[in-house]
């Protein structure tokens, strides 16, 4: 299963964007997928992740601000981000996630880069 991710961008405080995360696989066929984040000097971390019925789960720290949902072919993910804040900064992925443990089962992709500043 090959996940991208793409979107990214520039943004400033308070604005919003949207990542796409495209499969090569239909979505029903993947336990769940989740969205990561490295911010600089940081570790990876997983933010939300999402099943193909729909099921979502959402750090502490975007939780309110950040959404997930699937187009109708379940072949991609994606994250609104609403209400970005300057820590939001990192290099953002896609991967298939085990839904129980949030772990990370695929290869990592190239990400793609979110920046909030003024």
């Known amino acids: 299963v090959q996940l991208q991710a793409s979107g990214g961008g520039l943004v400033q405080p308070g604005g919003s964007l949207r990542l796409s995360c495209t499969a090569s696989?239909?979505?029903?066929?993947?336990?769940?997928v989740g969205w990561f984040r490295q911010a600089p000097g940081k570790q990876r971390e997983l933010v939300a992740r999402?099943?193909?019925?729909?099921?979502?789960k959402y750090a502490g720290s975007v939780l309110g601000r950040f959404t997930l949902f699937l187009d109708n072919a379940k072949e991609t993910v994606y994250l609104q981000m609403n209400k970005l804040k300057p820590e939001d900064t990192a290099v953002y992925y896609c991967?298939?996630?085990?839904?129980?443990?949030?772990?990370?089962?695929?290869?990592w992709g190239q990400g793609t880069l979110v920046t909030v500043s003024s």
């Open positions: 991967n298939t996630v085990r839904w129980r443990t949030g772990q990370a089962t695929g290869s």
């Open positions: 999402v099943t193909a019925g729909g099921l979502t």
């Open positions: 696989v239909n979505i029903d066929s993947i336990d769940s």
